[in-house]
Every structure is written in structure tokens, then in C-alpha cells.
């Protein structure tokens, strides 16, 4: 019995150390705290972003719409006109690429046609990449 029980925890904070790996920001946030957060995100977004990217489907704008993007693979939206940069870089969009990219795009990407964004400052990008991860659902 005490076996089991063992194993049992042994399970259960591996898994635990799985989750927090995939979410460090969200850990131990309250629902609270994690809707606080998209907030600031989107507040960041219709700052720094929304002005050439949407998100929707079905209308993008001068950028392409941002729906998805995490576990999309770039310059993969039918229809919207890539530089070849983008096409061809091979990114597959994940937390750790989407931060570079706001932080220094075109030294990520020197042909990109995106203008270039620095958010340099580690808040910000989280706020930015938490509200991604929430249109991404
Ligand atoms: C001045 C307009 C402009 C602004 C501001 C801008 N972008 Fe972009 N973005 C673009 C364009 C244009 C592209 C396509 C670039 C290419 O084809 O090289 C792009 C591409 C992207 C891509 C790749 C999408 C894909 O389908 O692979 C991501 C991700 C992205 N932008 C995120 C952002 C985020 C996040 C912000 C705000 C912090 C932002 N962009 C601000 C114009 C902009």
C-alpha cells in the first residue's frame, strides 16, 4: 500500500512539474490573475500589433491575421502575400520564437517585410505572449 502511494506521488509531481513547464507564468496564478493577464496582453496587442495584424481569418490586414500562432508553422496562411524570408525560415511558432521575434524581428529574420518591433522589456512580452496563447485555444 504504501508502495502505491508512493508511486503516487511520484506520478502526480511529475506531472505537476510537466504543467509548469508549459505555462511558468500560470503556475499558481488564480483565474483572476490569468484573466488580469490577457488583459494586459490585449491592452499591449492594440498598442503594438493590432494596427497591421487582426485576428481573424478571414480579414486579414496589412499582416497576417495572429489566430493560431502558436504550433502554426510561419508564413502558412493561404492568401496572405509572405516575403520569402518568412516562407522559407522552417519556424514552427512557439513561445520561445514568438519572443525573439517581438524583442528583435529583423535580426531573427533580416528579409522579413514586417517593420521592425523591439519589445525588449520581459513584462511586456509576457502580457503579449499570454494574449497570443489566448487567441491560440
Ligand atoms: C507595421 C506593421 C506590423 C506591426 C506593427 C506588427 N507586425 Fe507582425 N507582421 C507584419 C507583416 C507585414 C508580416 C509578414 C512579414 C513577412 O512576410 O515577412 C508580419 C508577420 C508576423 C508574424 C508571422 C506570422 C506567420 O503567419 O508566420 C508574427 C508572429 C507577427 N507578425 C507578430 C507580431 C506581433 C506579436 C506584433 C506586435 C508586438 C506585430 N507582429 C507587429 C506587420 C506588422
Redesign the pocket.
Given at each position: 500500500m504504501i508502495k502505491i502511494f508512493k508511486l503516487l506521488q511520484i506520478v502526480l509531481l511529475s506531472s505537476f512539474g510537466f504543467l509548469g513547464l508549459l505555462s511558468s507564468a500560470s503556475a499558481e496564478m488564480t483565474p483572476a490573475g490569468q484573466e488580469a493577464l490577457v488583459k494586459a496582453g490585449e491592452t499591449m496587442y492594440q498598442h503594438?500589433?493590432r494596427?497591421?495584424?487582426s485576428n481573424d481569418m478571414k480579414h486579414p490586414s496589412?499582416?497576417?491575421p495572429?489566430k493560431n500562432?502558436l504550433g502554426?508553422k510561419?508564413?502558412?496562411?493561404t492568401g496572405f502575400n509572405?516575403?520569402d524570408?518568412?516562407k522559407n525560415s522552417g519556424i514552427v511558432?512557439n513561445e520561445e520564437k514568438?519572443r525573439e521575434?517581438?524583442k528583435d524581428n529583423k535580426s531573427v529574420m533580416p528579409g522579413?517585410?514586417?517593420?521592425h518591433?523591439g519589445?525588449t522589456d520581459k513584462t511586456e512580452q509576457d502580457f503579449?505572449l499570454t494574449f497570443?496563447k489566448h487567441i491560440s485555444k
Open positions: 503594438r500589433c494596427v497591421c495584424h496589412y499582416g497576417p495572429l500562432i502554426r510561419a508564413g502558412s496562411v509572405y516575403s524570408a518568412l511558432w514568438l521575434w517581438i522579413t517585410r514586417m517593420r518591433v519589445i503579449i497570443l
